[in-house]
């Protein structure tokens, strides 16, 4: 018997805010590691899972977060390393948590060591990836490129020609991440993404995370995203939220990272976001960002929001649907 409140095992969940670096099993990059033989600043498996993961009782500042994964893309940087993560990404979330729809966003330019790495081989090796877990597993799967705010232009650009180039071999959009950089203006990036658009991409941008609301604003006046990455901060000012409901963006919402970033700074805080943005009648989804890092899974995301009090179980199962509704996969 199924507790009422619950979501059953059966059902099939989506999951659209996934970052590589934060996904793949600690004991797996473990093994890439050493296959590569990458110099690793320890030969002691638990403090190597410790470099890789966030301590929930020691939480990370956002900054220290971040640099969790200078080490991650450093292992994932080679072909074979980037479509055995892809692999084991979505292996895992089908057999942990029944995802039968994942988009999975990750930098190619950050897995080439600096130049060293052939970016058409590792987006090649990212395609084999899915290939290979397409035939084990029932997983609609997309892959979105990420931007970097601490790149130049033309590293950028770069990026998205390399989107384009595999948009028909399981690329499906673009995404703007990367930590805040002096001098970045989204602005700088409204023809980029009408680009993206025009080429048949979805467009999705962190925003409203270590930014606040006005951040928010000024992605969706000069972006034009279909979604919004993380998003939670555009409830601290209700003219935002209002925007966000007119314009039908879905927010991206990942509770577990906000928490341990200090994004939020409690269940209080989050209880009072996720209220705000059912009262505006924002449309959000749940992800975990990075599963492994994170030491979490979908399932038990849905299961904090529900313990806490935070969402209702029909709450979870329309954000669900607006996860399958929102997809830029085709």
Not at 181 to 204: H, I, M, Q, V
């Amino acid at each position: 018997m199924i507790p009422v409140g619950t979501i059953r095992p059966s059902t099939k969940l989506a999951e659209l805010h996934v970052h590589l670096g934060g996904s793949v099993d600690p004991a797996v990059m473990w093994e890439i590691a050493h296959a590569q033989g990458i110099r690793l600043p320890t030969k002691d498996y638990w403090k190597f899972v410790d470099l890789v993961t966030v301590d929930s009782v020691k939480k990370k500042a956002f900054e220290d977060y971040l640099s969790l994964f200078r080490w991650t893309e450093l292992i994932q940087s080679s072909p074979l390393a980037i479509e055995r993560s892809v692999y084991q990404t979505i292996a895992g979330a089908y057999r942990k948590n029944n995802i039968t729809l994942l988009e999975l966003r990750f930098n190619p330019m950050k897995r080439n060591r600096g130049g060293e790495q052939d970016l058409d081989q590792i987006m090649m090796a990212a395609v084999r990836g899915i290939d290979r877990a397409s035939l084990e597993y029932p997983v609609r799967t997309g892959l979105i490129v990420c931007l970097d705010r601490t790149f130049d232009r033309r590293q950028n650009e770069i990026l998205l020609d390399k989107a384009v180039l595999f948009s028909n071999r399981g690329v499906v959009g673009i995404d703007m991440a990367g930590p805040a950089s002096p001098g970045f203006r989204y602005s700088d990036y409204a023809a980029t993404f009408r680009r993206a658009r025009k080429e048949g991409l979805g467009l999705t941008v962190h925003a409203g995370e270590d930014e606040g609301p006005e951040s928010v604003k000024e992605v969706m006046r000069h972006l034009d995203p279909d979604r919004i990455g993380h998003g939670v901060r555009a409830a601290e000012d209700p003219k935002t939220l209002r925007l966000i409901a007119k314009e039908g963006v879905v927010l991206e919402t990942c509770p577990t990272s906000n928490l341990n970033t200090g994004v939020l700074k409690g269940v209080a805080e989050m209880r009072r976001v996720f209220s705000a943005l059912k009262e505006s009648g924002v449309k959000f989804t749940i992800n975990t960002d990075g599963p492994e890092m994170l030491k979490t899974n979908l399932r038990g995301e849905i299961d904090f929001l529900l313990d806490n009090g935070v969402l209702a179980a029909s709450d979870v199962m329309e954000a669900n649907r607006a996860a399958f509704g929102a997809t830029f996969v085709r």
